[in-house]
């Protein structure tokens, strides 16, 4: 099977950093994307950000210039430097990945999620 292990949240005050990790293992053949979604109290889980193993990225409108995802493909852990944080930034935060993974000697593709790492901004 495959697991996600996301970690790295906290609480913050605003205008402070946080980043975010997220190391993928298990029976994993590839990896197309990885990326992060959060879900604020009583509201719905939507996109943060993304990115490809060849590192294309994509944004929320709401985090483009505070916050940069990135990769390490050899370790594949997608990592979310969060810079400049603002309250409305405060969220469960779920990592995120596009993949396929070997069971029953067969290739399966699917998207998977993490446990969810708690992020708060407050001061």
């Known amino acids: 099977q495959v697991h996600l292990a996301d970690n790295g949240g906290g609480l913050v005050r605003p205008g402070e950093s946080l980043k975010l990790s997220c190391t993928a293992s298990?029976?994993?053949?590839?990896?197309?994307?990885m990326g992060w979604y959060r879900r604020p109290p009583e509201k719905q889980r939507d996109l943060v950000a993304t990115?490809?193993?060849?590192?294309?990225?994509n944004y929320a409108d709401s985090v483009k210039g505070r916050f940069t995802i990135s990769i390490d493909n050899a370790k594949r852990t997608v990592y979310l430097q969060m810079d400049s944080l603002e309250p409305d930034d405060t969220a469960v935060y779920y990592c995120?990945?596009?993949?396929?993974?070997?069971?029953?000697?067969?290739?399966?593709?699917?998207?998977?999620w993490g446990q969810g790492t708690q992020v708060t901004v407050s001061s």
């Open positions: 995120y990945a596009d993949l396929v993974y070997m069971n029953y000697g067969q290739n399966w593709p699917t998207d998977w």
């Open positions: 298990g029976s994993i053949v590839s990896i197309e994307t």
């Open positions: 990115i490809t193993r060849g590192g294309t990225t």
